[in-house]
């Protein structure tokens, strides 16, 4: 090893540094602590690299999602027809303000003002005049932990994982709570005249992959009001 002062060379067994009489203590405790260092970042660089491999994947299902949620909104009579056929769970009960939806296992406390469509793509939410639809995705293969570490680095991955007509020039990052559950929301994406949000979720043993769309107009915190709790009373059932 090398003494930390000057350089030299020092010899296992030796007591002191030989050129500059560094006392061989200090030069073995920062030895080791160099060492401890370099194996942490080693870790920190396995773990990075694990995660952004799966959320690569994620994040290329959630913005074809994305897409699926505009196409909804100006086809949605045509989506309804084509699933009618598909087996998909879709219990609904209804109560004085609100439908309880199954689905995917989890049960949606939906208000009446809104409706619910399944599909193999995800459930479908939109409202009456489908200006805004939001599609939610369930993915049991990940954490949304593994989400909140990547945050500073999400913008940077959906950008290069889509093609050109998806806007993230304005995209910014917010953790919001929501009835108890945590939702990270890209927001401001854009899509010719439709705006955006790519959310995760947390989840009950898993993470929902969330889009939420609307056209002509940015989406607001009274659209997240609506919208965004359905997805938390999943959590609450």
Do not use: W
């Not at 990075?48 to 100006?74: E, G, M, Q, V």
């Not at 995760?200 to 607001?220: D, P, R």
């Amino acid at each position: 090893m090398e003494c930390p002062r000057c350089g030299s060379q020092v010899n296992e067994g030796d007591f002191f540094c030989s050129n500059c009489n560094l006392p061989i203590n200090n030069i073995q405790n920062d030895f080791n602590s160099k060492n401890k260092y370099n194996n942490t970042k080693q870790k920190q660089a396995l773990n990075h690299k694990k995660i952004p491999t799966k959320l690569i994947i994620i994040t290329i299902i959630i913005i074809i999602t994305i897409f699926i949620a505009i196409n909804i909104i100006k086809h949605n009579e045509s989506y309804q027809k084509n699933n009618n056929s598909n087996n998909i769970e879709d219990i609904i009960v209804e109560n004085e303000n609100t439908n309880t939806v199954t689905y995917n296992g989890f049960n949606f406390k939906i208000p009446k003002e809104l409706t619910s469509t399944p599909s193999e793509d995800g459930l479908l939410i939109i409202n009456n005049d489908k200006s805004i639809a939001m599609v939610i995705k369930y993915d049991n293969s990940a954490e949304y932990t593994n989400y909140t570490q990547m945050k500073n680095s999400l913008i940077n991955i959906f950008k290069k994982n889509n093609n050109n007509s998806v806007d993230f020039t304005s995209a910014t990052i917010i953790e919001k709570k929501y009835n108890g559950t945590n939702f990270l929301i890209t927001k401001d994406i854009k899509k010719g005249k439709s705006v955006a949000e790519l959310t995760y979720v947390e989840a009950n043993n898993g993470v929902f992959l969330v889009s939420l769309a609307k056209q002509n107009e940015n989406i607001t915190d009274s659209d997240r009001t609506l919208y965004y709790p359905i997805i938390a009373s999943a959590n609450n059932n």
